[in-house]
């Protein structure tokens, strides 16, 4: 069973930068990939950014690229995601996921993965 944990959040005004981290624990499972979700008041949950942890490809949501970066420590089993020049809009909660292979959906389709964290509030001031 994998278990994520997400930290990092905070309040920020417009500009600003914050980095949220994902810790990675558990066995019997395997972690290849890792997207950053996020979930707004009253929206649908959104995709912003992918990892493959053991390759480092990436993707990103077109609302963020440019402006967020996704990585990750292997040997520190930890997921980050570096976000600036942070936009009223960019606040949400943030959750981390994770899974084991690719497998029919895609990287940003949140039905892909099975393990989820409990998310990180982020919130962004004018």
């Known amino acids: 069973q994998v278990r994520l944990v997400e930290s990092g959040g905070g309040s920020v005004q417009a500009g600003g930068s914050l980095r949220l981290s994902c810790a990675v624990s558990?066995?019997?499972?395997?972690?290849?990939?890792m997207t950053w979700f996020r979930q707004a008041p009253g929206k649908e949950r959104e995709a912003v950014a992918y990892?493959?942890?053991?390759?480092?490809?990436?993707s990103y949501a077109g609302s963020v690229k440019g402006r967020f970066t996704i990585s990750r420590d292997n040997a520190e089993n930890t997921g980050y995601l570096q976000m600036n020049s942070l936009k009223p809009e960019d606040t949400a909660m943030y959750y981390c996921a994770s899974r084991a292979s690719l497998g029919t959906w895609g990287v940003f389709d949140q039905r892909g993965y099975k393990s989820w964290g409990q998310g990180t509030q982020v919130t962004v001031s004018s």
């Open positions: 990892i493959s942890l053991s390759s480092g490809a990436t």
């Open positions: 558990g066995s019997g499972s395997t972690t290849n990939y």
